[in-house]
């Protein structure tokens, strides 16, 4: 049977999928695609599209014993997330609503994310945890 202990990698994953199923809960209506498009610009958002995340987490984890594997994981992922989650004031052309290259690629990063985080409900059979049903 797999660990149910979350891989502190996962955290970041978790968070987005967090706020996101919180986001669907308020606006049931919403397709996970409309809501994972909502949680652009929300607080846990910023904060992991600016690094605040990460530097907070790798901050708390470093004062425990982690593997030095573990701290430079969490340093790639931190630079892939501020990476793929560049911010720009204006995402969308204006008159067409097509997102702009950037922000398709801050979706398919937060897309990915929650996906990871239902593979990982899966592969431990914690099926409860899995709202979205990303994957199938």
């Not at 949680?39 to 990460?54: E, L």
Request: aromatic share 10%.
């Amino acid at each position: 049977m797999p660990s149910k202990e979350k891989p502190y990698v996962l955290l970041v994953a978790e968070a987005i999928y967090s706020k996101v199923c919180e986001i669907k809960k308020k606006n049931p209506e919403l397709t996970t695609i409309n809501a994972i498009e909502n949680f652009i610009g929300t607080t846990t958002y910023n904060d992991i599209s600016t690094g605040k995340f990460h530097d907070e987490l790798i901050e708390k984890v470093s004062k425990k014993k982690v593997p030095e594997e573990t701290l430079r994981l969490l340093h790639i992922q931190k630079d892939l997330s501020v990476k793929q989650l560049i911010q720009y004031p204006e995402l969308y052309y204006a008159k067409s609503h097509y997102p702009l290259e950037i922000s398709q690629r801050a979706f398919d990063h937060l897309w990915r994310m929650c996906e990871s985080y239902e593979l990982w409900c899966k592969e431990t059979k914690q099926s409860k945890l899995i709202i979205l049903n990303i994957v199938d």
